[in-house]
C-alpha cells in the first residue's frame, strides 16, 4: 500500500510553523517512515509530484503568487489545512490591511527614515508578484477543510493533527492543544 | 463663574428635583432649549443631580434624540423604513439635502436647520414621512420637501406646515396634526364605543383576585409580540410582597411598520389609561408611568388633558370610582428615540435616568423592576383589551379569536397595498385574507411583526395571524412582485445594526458579519456555503445573545433563507470545485495596478 503523500508551503507566514514541525525532533523520522512528503521546502520539491492526502499550509495571501499557489494546493490535496496564525486570520503580515496598498509601498520604499531609494519608486520588476489589495486568511480564498491555530502551533499539535487526518480519526485537539498564540 | 446658559441649565434640573431618575427628562428639556447638551452642560448636569459625568454623557449619547452637538433652530428628521423606501424615500432625501445645502446629519451655516435620518416614526401608512422638530409631516414628495424648506425659512414654525387636519382626534385643538388614523377596518373591541369610567366602575366592584381571574379567563395574552399571559404576569406582580409596585405602559411603539399604538393613543386613549387603573388595582400599584416614544411627542398635550380629566371624575388620584383606599396616578415618561427601549427592561432603565440598557433576566420586572420593585409593564394594545375585559365580561371577549389567542389583533398595514391603515381583525384569520382586506393581494412577500418577525413568502400566506402560527406585535409591511426582497432583508438587517446596544459580542460583531455575507450573495458572488454559513452565525446570535434585540437580529435573514430560499438560491453559484467564488483576485490586484514604476510583464 502506498504511503500518504503529504505537501507543505509557506505563504505570507514567518516559517515559523514549518519550525515547530521540524520541532518534532526525531518524531519527523516517525513521521517521514509513515508518509511521503511530496512539494514542501522541506524536501525541496518546488511542484507537485501527484496527488496528495493532505495538504499543510502556513501563512496567508498577501499577492497573486500566494493565491496561485494556495489554489494549486486545493486542487492537488484531498484535505486541506490552514496551519497558524497568518493562514488562519491574516496574522501579522494583515497589520498592513488598516492601510492602504499605495501608502504601504510610499513608506517602506520611499518615504521611510532609513530608506535609500534614489529611484524613488518602489520596486516594480515584473518578476516580483503583486501584492493584493489586503492580506486575506486562506479560507477567503479557497475552501479549507481544517484550522490549527497558534503561533505556531506545538509539535504536539501537528502531531496530534496529522495522526487523526491519517488514520481517518476526527481530529478532535484536546484544548491543550488549542491555542492561539 | 457660571454664565446665564449654565444658570439656567442648572434651573432645568432644578425644575426636575435634580433628581438622577428624572436625567432624561433633563436631558431632552436642555437639549429642546438649547439645541443641543455642550460637554459644560454635561458638566453641569452631573453637578448638578449628583452622578458621574459619564452618566449623562451615556445618556447623551445613547438616544438619538440627544446630541452634544449644537443642532438647528429647526431638525428635520426624515424616516428611513423600508415603506418610506417603497414610497420613494430617496427622492424626498435628495429634495431636502439640496434645498438646504447640508448632507444628512448636517447643520445649515446659519444654525437653523439641521436635517437627519432616522428609523420609523410610527407614520408608514402614509410614508414617506418626517418629524419636523416634534410635528409630523406625511406623504412627502420632492416638491413638497422644497416647500417646506422654502416656507420654513420664511415663518420658521413647524406648526404652520400642517395645512388639512387629519381625521378624528388629529384634529383635536390639543393635537392639531396631518396625521391620519387610516382606520380601514375597526373591530368589534378595540374600537367599540367607550364609556367613560364603566370599566372602572366594574373593577372596583371587584377584589383584586377576581380581576386578575376575569383577565385569566379571557385568556388575554400580551400584544406587544411575545403574548406573555397578561393575567399571570400581573399575579406574579400581586404575589410579591413589597411596597411600593408600578404599572407601566409600554407606549414606546417602535418596531418598524407598527403604527397602531399611535391610532390607539389617538382615538382610545382613556381605554389605556383605564387598562393601567385597572392593571394598578389589581397588583396594588399607586404610581403608574406612561413611557411615550419620542417621535409621539405632539400627543403629549393631548394626553395629559386626557390624564386631567380623569383626575377631576375621580377616576384617577385617591379614592378612585369612590373606592376608599385605591389610589393611583400615572405621569407620562417622554422616550428619546431608541429602539432597544421598547424591550421592557431596557424600557425601565430608560425610565430610571440610565442608558436604555436591557437587563439579565431573571429577576423579571414584576419581581425587581423600576427602583428595584414588582412593576407591570404592559403594551397599550394589551391595556385597551383589559379594559374591554371588564365593560363586557371575559366571554365576550373570547367570541373572538382562537382557542390560544383570544380576542382580536391590531394590525398595522403599509407598503405595497391599495388600503394602507389600521385592521382590527379577530386572532386566526390567514394572512391572505388580510391581504385581500387590504388591497395586497398581489403581494410577493409579508414582512409579518416588523423587522424582528417574519419575512413571508407566498407559499405561507395561508399561516394564519395569532400566537401558534405567525405571532406578531402587528406590523404587516406588503411587498409587491416588483420587489428586490433581499434589498429589504439587507435594509431590516442594517436597522438592526444601528438599534443594537454594542453590549454584547454576538449582535455586535455577529450581525456586521451576517450582512457583509449577505451583500456578498446580493452582489452574486456567493455560493452555498455561504448560505450555511449565515444560518450558523444567525443560530449563534439568537441563541447567545443578551436580549430579545440580539435574539431577534438575525430573524430577516434567517425566515427568509427559509421562505424565500429561492431568491437566495438564484444569487449563489458555485466557483471551481474546492474555490471560493467570492475572492475576486481581479479586484484584489486593482490598488496594486494603480502603483507606479510597475514594469509591464515581460511573461
Known sequence: MPRPRIATASLAGCFGCHMSLLDLDEGILELAELVEFDRSPIDDYKEFQGRCTVGLVEGGCANEENVATIREFRRCCDVLVSVGDC?????????????????????????????????????????????????????????????????????????AALTALLSGEPAALPPGLIRYD | MTSPHESRVRDICRQHGSDPVRLLDIARAVQSEFRGISQQSIDTIAAEVGVPRVTVEACVSFYSFLSVERQGEITIRLCDDVPDRLAGYETVRDAFVHALGVPLGGTTADGRFTLERTACIGLSDQAPAALVNEVPVTGLSSDRAREIVESLSRHGDPRQLVRKLGDGNNAHPLIQSMVRNNLQYPGAILFSPYNRGEA???????????????????????????????????????????????????????????????????????????GMTIAAYAIGAAEGVLYLRGEYAYLLPFLESRLERRREDGLLGSGIAGKHGFDFDIRIQMGAGAYVCGEESALISSLEGDRGDPRDRPPFPTTSGFRASPTVVNNVETLCCVTRILEEGPATFCEYGTPQSAGTKLLSISGDCRLPGIYEV?????????????????????????????????????????????????????????RDLLSIVSAYTEFFIEEGCGHCTPCRAGMPAMHDLLERVRAGRGEHADLDRLRELGETIRRTSRCGLGQTAPNPILSSLEGLASEYEARTHEAEAGMRQSFDLDAALQPARAVPGRAPAHL
Open chain 1, 87 to 159: 493562514a488562519t486570520m491574516g496574522g501579522i503580515p494583515a497589520m498592513r490591511n488598516l492601510v492602504p496598498l499605495d501608502e504601504c509601498l510610499q513608506e517602506a520604499y520611499v518615504d521611510g527614515p532609513t530608506v535609500h531609494n534614489p529611484g524613488g519608486l518602489p520596486p516594480g520588476d515584473a518578476e516580483i508578484p503583486r501584492m493584493l489589495d489586503r492580506v486575506y486568511a486562506l479560507h477567503e480564498v479557497v475552501h479549507i477543510d481544517w484550522h490549527l491555530p497558534g503561533c505556531p502551533p506545538s509539535p504536539e499539535a501537528f502531531q
Open chain 2, 200 to 274: 372602572i366602575r366594574k373593577a372596583v366592584a371587584m377584589s383584586p383576585a377576581e380581576v386578575i381571574r376575569a383577565v385569566k379567563t379571557a385568556r388575554l395574552r400580551g400584544r406587544g409580540g411575545a403574548g406573555f399571559p397578561t393575567g399571570m404576569k400581573w399575579e406574579f406582580a400581586r404575589e410579591v410582597e413589597a411596597s411600593p409596585k408600578y404599572v407601566i405602559c409600554n407606549a414606546d411603539e417602535g418596531e418598524p411598520g407598527t403604527f397602531k399604538d399611535r391610532v390607539l393613543l389617538t382615538e382610545r386613549a382613556d381605554r389605556v389609561i383605564a
Open chain 2, 426 to 482: 379577530p386572532f386566526g384569520l390567514p394572512l391572505r385574507e388580510v391581504l385581500e382586506l387590504a388591497g395586497g393581494e398581489s403581494a410577493a412577500a409579508v414582512q409579518v411583526g416588523g423587522p424582528s418577525g417574519r419575512l413571508v413568502g407566498t407559499s405561507e400566506f395561508d399561516r394564519r395571524i395569532c400566537f401558534d402560527d405567525l405571532a406578531t406585535g402587528g406590523a404587516l409591511v406588503v411587498f409587491g412582485p416588483d
